[in-house]
């Protein structure tokens, strides 16, 4: 019997699989997955950049990041929660 309810765990895992590997964060060998080395970082940088992006739409202002060493002035408005700020 290849169909029911175990078909669809199947099918489900599959499909599950598929997408971090199209996102580019697993390594697809064979049946198996390997998580990238960086996984860490790249997820990381994806959240800032999606936070910088939502910041820039909700100010009209362009984010620019400074260089290592580079002085920064402005104006201090609100703090800025996102899901890498509880990352140890």
Not at 11 to 25: D, F, I, N, S, Y
Request: proline share 3%.
């Amino acid at each position: 019997m290849s169909g029911g309810f175990g078909a669809d765990v199947r099918k489900g895992l599959v499909q599950r699989q598929a997408w971090p590997v199209e996102q580019g964060l697993v390594e697809q060998e064979g049946q198996a997955v390997r998580l990238r080395r960086d996984l860490l970082v790249v997820l990381q940088q994806r959240e800032l950049s999606r936070t910088c992006q939502q910041i820039e739409q909700e100010t009209g202002l362009r984010h620019v990041t400074p260089q290592r060493g580079e002085m920064v002035e402005g104006v201090y408005r609100r703090a800025v929660m996102s899901g890498t700020s509880a990352m140890p």
